[in-house]
C-alpha cells in the first residue's frame, strides 16, 4: 500500500491557527495580568479570555467574525485543539515535577489520611449529584453511570499548582500546616489523576466489570514498571544531556513519550505525563534546575493559551434556564461542602485540630488547573455536554476564587510557633539582594 502523501497545512487553515493562537494568547496573558493585580488567580483571567473570544460574547456580538475565526469549524478546532493538547501535556509535566513525595513522607499517616478523607467525600457527594442532575446536563451516548462517575471525579480533585501559588502570595509556606496542606494536596492531586485515567478508559469500555478492572491492572502495571523500570532509565537520559537545551529537549521526550504509552494502553495521556513528571523530578536537583527554560515556556505560553481554548468552550447562555442554573448553584454548593466537610473529617480522624480542619478544607477547595483540564478531558470524550463542561468550569473559577479569603480568615486562628517563625526569617534573609 503506497504512503498517504498530504501537502503541508497552509493558506487559509494555516491563516486562522495563527490568528487563533495570537489571540488567545495576547487575551489570556492581558487578562491574566489584569486578574493578577487584582489578587486573583491569573487562570481566572485566561479564562476570561475565551469567554470573550467565544460564544458567550464574540458570538452573540459578531457572529460572522467568530466564524472567520475558526470555532465553527470543526478541522479548525481540531487544528487548536491540537496544540493545546501538547501544552497540557507539558503543563501537566513541568508541573508534577513540583510534587514533593518526601514531603508526603515526612507528614505521614497524617496526609493519608486527610488526602483519603478530602478525596473519598467528595468523590462520593459527585457521584450521587451526578445520579439526580438534569437530564439536560448528560449527554447522549453515554449512560448516566458514567456521567456521574466523571463528575465525582472532576468534584474531588484539588489543584495543587494553585494552592502551592496562594499559599506562596499570602507568605504562609513556612507555617507547618501550609506545607501539611500541600502534602495532603499532592495525596489528592496523585489519586485524581488515577482515577481520571480509569474514568477515560470507562467511558472507552463502559461500566462492565472488566472496563473497571482493566484499567486499575494497567494502573498498576504502569507504576511498577515507572518505579523499577522508568526512574534509572529516566536518570540515564538526564545524565547524558550537558546543556539547558538538551535537558529541556530530553524531559520534553520523557513526558511526550510517557503520555503516548498510557494513550496506547487506554489510559488517560495526561497521566502518562504527570508520571513522566514525577520520573524527571525524581532525577535530582541538577535534572530540575535545567529545566528552567521549559518550564517557562509551558506556564507562560502554553498554559495560558490551553485554558484560553478553554474558556472558549464555554457558552454561558447554556445556563439560561431556572434548572441548569439551580443545578451549577447545586453543584458548588456540593463542591465546596464535600470539600470541607472530607478535610474536617479527615483532620478529626488524624489529631487534629478544627482550625487546621478549616485551614485544610480552604487549601483543599481550590479545583482550578486540574479540574479545568479533567472536564477538558471529559468534554473531548462526549461524558460532558456544553452545559455540563460550563457548569463545572465555573466551579473551578469560583473555587480558586473563595481559597485566598477563606485561608486568611482559618489561618489567623493558629498562632505561629517559635520554629515557624525562624524558619520565615531564613526566607528573608535569603531573599535580601546583598
Not at 114 to 126: E, I, Q, T
Not at 248 to 269: H, N, W
Request: proline share 5%; glycine share 12%.
Amino acid at each position: 500500500m503506497a504512503p498517504v502523501t498530504a501537502s503541508p497545512l497552509g493558506g487559509h487553515s494555516l491563516l486562522v491557527l495563527l490568528a487563533q493562537v495570537a489571540l488567545l494568547l495576547a487575551a489570556a496573558l492581558l487578562l491574566g495580568r489584569v486578574a493578577e493585580r487584582f489578587q486573583l488567580p491569573a487562570v481566572s483571567g485566561e479564562l476570561t479570555a475565551g469567554v470573550l473570544l467565544g460564544p458567550t460574547v464574540l458570538g452573540r456580538l459578531a457572529p460572522g467574525l467568530q466564524g472567520w475565526f475558526g470555532t465553527s469549524q470543526a478541522s479548525q478546532v481540531h487544528l487548536l485543539d491540537a496544540v493545546g493538547q501538547f501544552g497540557v501535556l507539558l503543563l501537566v509535566g513541568t508541573t508534577a515535577l513540583e510534587i514533593d513525595l518526601a514531603l508526603v513522607r515526612r507528614t505521614g499517616r497524617t496526609s493519608l489520611v486527610v488526602g483519603a478523607f478530602g478525596l473519598v467525600v467528595p468523590l462520593g457527594l459527585g457521584i450521587a449529584a451526578g445520579f439526580v442532575a438534569p437530564a439536560a446536563l448528560v449527554p447522549a451516548g453515554h449512560g448516566r453511570g458514567l456521567f456521574a462517575f466523571f463528575i465525582g471525579v472532576a468534584l474531588c480533585v484539588s489543584a495543587l499548582p494553585v494552592i502551592a501559588k496562594i499559599l506562596s502570595d499570602m507568605r504562609l509556606l513556612h507555617r507547618d500546616i501550609a506545607q501539611l496542606t500541600l502534602a495532603v494536596g499532592v495525596v489528592d492531586d496523585v489519586a485524581g489523576w488515577m482515577l481520571l485515567s480509569v474514568a477515560s478508559a470507562m467511558a472507552a469500555g463502559g461500566l462492565a466489570f472488566g472496563s473497571v478492572a482493566g484499567p486499575l491492572v494497567r494502573l498498576l502495571l504502569i507504576t511498577v514498571c515507572a518505579v523499577f523500570l522508568g526512574r534509572p532509565a529516566v536518570r540515564w537520559l538526564l545524565a547524558g544531556a550537558r546543556t539547558p537545551g538538551a535537558v529541556a529537549g530530553t524531559a520534553t521526550v520523557v513526558i511526550v513519550g510517557c503520555a503516548a504509552a498510557t494513550q496506547s494502553l487506554g489510559m488517560e495521556a495526561s497521566f502518562g505525563a504527570l508520571m513522566g513528571g514525577l520520573l524527571i523530578g525524581a532525577a535530582g536537583p541538577d535534572a530540575r534546575s535545567g529545566l528552567t527554560p521549559l518550564r517557562s515556556v509551558a506556564l507562560s505560553v502554553l498554559a495560558p493559551l490551553y485554558f484560553a481554548e478553554a474558556g472558549l468552550r464555554m457558552n454561558l447562555f447554556a445556563l439560561g434556564t431556572p434548572q441548569i442554573l439551580l443545578a451549577a448553584l447545586g453543584a458548588l454548593a456540593v463542591a465546596t461542602v464535600s470539600k470541607f466537610a472530607g478535610a474536617l473529617l479527615g483532620a478529626r480522624v488524624a489529631g487534629l485540630d478544627r482550625h487546621a480542619a478549616l485551614v485544610l478544607g480552604a487549601g483543599m477547595n481550590a479545583r482550578g488547573v486540574i479540574q479545568i483540564i479533567v472536564e477538558g478531558i471529559g468534554l473531548q470524550l462526549g461524558v460532558l455536554n456544553t452545559a455540563s463542561y460550563t457548569i463545572v468550569l465555573l466551579i473551578a473559577i469560583a473555587t480558586s476564587l473563595m481559597a485566598p479569603p477563606l485561608l486568611r480568615r482559618a489561618v489567623r486562628h493558629i498562632a505561629p510557633t517559635p520554629t515557624e517563625q525562624a524558619r520565615l526569617q531564613r526566607a528573608e534573609d535569603l531573599t535580601v539582594v546583598p
